[in-house]
């Protein structure tokens, strides 16, 4: 859980596997909107995507690539400290 600074520099939130595939996942906030992107390693080169996203509101954005649909939202923990909560979920 990350408590989220209203603007700044991209900052990287965590590294996980889904299958073989590497993640990257970080985010950056301006005004009243985050940046969320995630890079995808597939073992031959990374691939990056972007969701654009009120913070404010902790309705799911999302977005198909390559078989695959990728769900982000933002859930307040606390007041004021939040967590970036990203899915990825096999489409066939």
Avoid: Q
Avoid at 2 to 12: A, E, H, I, S, V
Avoid at 26 to 54: L, Q
């Amino acid at each position: 859980v990350d408590t989220f600074p209203m603007c700044g520099k991209p900052r990287l939130d965590r590294i996980f596997f889904h299958g073989s595939d590497l993640y990257l996942l970080w985010w950056k906030i301006e005004g009243g909107t985050a940046d969320i992107c995630w890079s995808v390693w597939d073992g031959n080169e990374f691939e990056t995507h972007r969701i654009e996203t009120s913070y404010f509101s902790m309705t799911p954005s999302g977005v198909i690539r390559d078989g695959r649909l990728y769900l982000v939202w933002i859930e307040e923990m606390e007041p004021k400290n939040f967590e970036v909560v990203f899915r990825v979920e096999n489409v066939k």
